[in-house]
């Protein structure tokens, strides 16, 4: 048995009033079914909010024996919502199953009240996915090039996603000038163009490790008209 903060990340139905859950806690994501998820205990289970959950079972599916809030109630509204069921998506996708993360959970809680308190949305998604392909281990510099060289202002590079940015000596798709990676490294959101150029950046970071699959959130805020 074991007591836990936790978040709901996704949730689908399971056998006849149960449902299957994707729940991140500090001690990782845990797949596990909630019981009589039709009832009390089902809108208790909302996404985007701090809950107190009891797990039980030895296997890796886990059974929720206790569902209770535990904080502030989250609640998002279009585009913010939106983007939390991007930050949801992306955990799934990303997280391996009881990996501990707890400055990843921290973060997202952190940036989920971002959301609810309508703060701007891009550095708050950039700042995610950035700290959380860090904590996952696919973090590259900022100051030095995968040659450990320092990076130049006036130079152009290439992210090579295991490594780092590379020097490139032509204009080619998809390449970075180096005053904008800097800018990046200074966390200068107020930098002309800064926004864009990181919104960029993390899409070729995220793309090496979605394996190819789009991600539906994404589809979902193109239909709305907007991007994450």
Not at 7 to 23: C, G, N, Q, W
Not at 71 to 100: H, I, K, S, T
Not at 102 to 122: D, K, N, R, S
């Amino acid at each position: 048995m074991q007591s836990s903060l936790a978040f709901i990340l996704h949730s689908r139905p399971y056998k006849e009033t149960s449902a299957l859950m994707d729940v991140l806690t500090p001690t990782g994501r845990v797949r596990a079914v909630l019981r009589g998820a039709r009832g009390k205990l089902g809108s208790v289970a909302r996404p985007f909010s701090v809950l107190d959950i009891e797990l039980r079972g030895r296997t890796e599916l886990k059974t929720i024996s206790r569902i209770e809030p535990a904080g502030e109630f989250n609640f998002l509204q279009g585009q913010a919502l939106f983007c939390g069921m991007y930050l949801n998506e992306l955990l799934v996708r990303l997280l391996p199953l009881n990996d501990p993360q707890p400055v990843v959970f921290e973060h997202y809680g952190l940036t989920l009240q971002g959301l609810a308190h309508a703060l701007p949305i891009e550095p708050l998604l950039r700042t995610f996915e950035w700290r959380l392909l860090e904590q996952l281990g696919y973090g590259f510099s900022f100051a030095v090039d995968n040659a450990g060289q320092a990076l130049q202002a006036q130079m152009l590079y290439r992210l090579v996603p295991e490594s780092g940015f590379e020097a490139v000596f032509q204009q080619q798709p998809g390449v970075f000038l180096g005053a904008d990676i800097l800018a990046l490294a200074a966390v200068d959101w107020q930098q002309a163009g800064i926004l864009h150029t990181a919104k960029r950046l993390m899409r070729q970071a995220l793309a090496a490790h979605l394996g190819g699959r789009p991600l539906m959130s994404r589809e979902l805020f193109l239909v709305q008209k907007g991007s994450v």
